[in-house]
């Protein structure tokens, strides 16, 4: 059944194993091949010799005295011995010189882990619980077996693995567990991406759909950036309503601290949406957590400019006002309500925000 058995196939088998049959092979002892067996042995003849008292296997019997026609001396049975096992890779794998050296590092590093799981494999006489326990107690494994990135090993490491977009409904639910509220009209109302635009950002209705759009189209881009604003206008007004303790997005400043580039309130509730919605943990003099606040002061500036000129009305937009609580539609009290932004600072919040929102780290996974 193993006998074929590669390095793929390995992957193939830890990606398929559940966590009961890893446990129950690392609880469960591991026979290992019999360490008496001499090695230079002919195969037939070491279990012929063990039938030359068998009796039933008569002509059989006699090839076991004389070290010969083992499969006989058990009892006289004709059953083809196993094939030899497949020969092991080479040694020293090598791929295209002309690659990367990090993934060089790592394809060698990784081949050299197969190897050594497949040579035991086989010298178990392919003992599958063996084979789960060694696939178990590689770092591949579990991430958390891993030890702590580097700065170094992150951009070695940058290019491997992949992403893929978000389905609706995953990226419905992932809009509400990091904002706090979902991307709808009214309380009443269904997610948009679980049935207005369900399918027209790469979903399904197991019906006349049912083969899902994994590459994003300009539909889908149009529709991931009015996610974003829409999602924004509604997040940040009900995030700041609540006490500091209890938000999600903006635990560090309130409605009316001041922006500032250099303000290091600022700067920390910045690297608190970095981490809460893209799920980078930055320092503050990162160049990522640099073109956030540029986005939130460049919005700031504009807005200011247009509330001097009167262009720009202190009035929120219709959508982004706050009077209502947004997952269960109740009348909030006076103190949460609200309706204007007289100094620009929500709406220059929101521009931050959408702009992480849109962007491929929160889109993808």
Partial sequence: MFE????????????????????????????????MVDPTMDPDGGIG????????GGAGGAGGVAGMGGAGGAGGTDETPPPPPPPLPDEEPQIDPDVDPALERAYNLQQQILRTIQRRFIDSGYNFKLLVREIVLTPYFRAKNAAPLTSEMEIELSTFGTARLLT??????????TTGVR??????????LLRQYRIFYGGIDSDLVT??????????ASLAQRMAYEVACSAVPYDFSKPANQR????YIDRDTPLSEASSQVRDNVRHLHARISGEEL???DPEIDATVGVLMEAYSLGREGLASGTVSEELAEPCRLFNDRNTGESLPDGRRIGRDQDYTLRAWMAAVSYLLSDYQFLYE
């Fill in 168 to 177: 609706p409904e995953h990226l419905s639910r992932k809009i509400e567990a």
């Fill in 283 to 285: 320092s503050s003099d």
């Fill in 183 to 192: 991307w709808r009209r009214r309380p009443d109302q269904e997610d948009y």
């Fill in 211 to 220: 083969k899902r759009v994994t590459e994003p189209n300009g539909v889908m």
């Fill in 49 to 56: 010799g063990m039938g030359g008292f068998g009796g039933a």
């Fill in 4 to 35: 074929g058995l590669t390095g793929q196939k390995v992957l193939d088998i830890a990606a398929a194993m559940t966590p009961e049959m890893a446990e129950d092979a690392l609880q469960d002892p591991v026979v290992d091949p019999d360490p």
């Fill in 248 to 251: 999600l997005l903006f635990p």
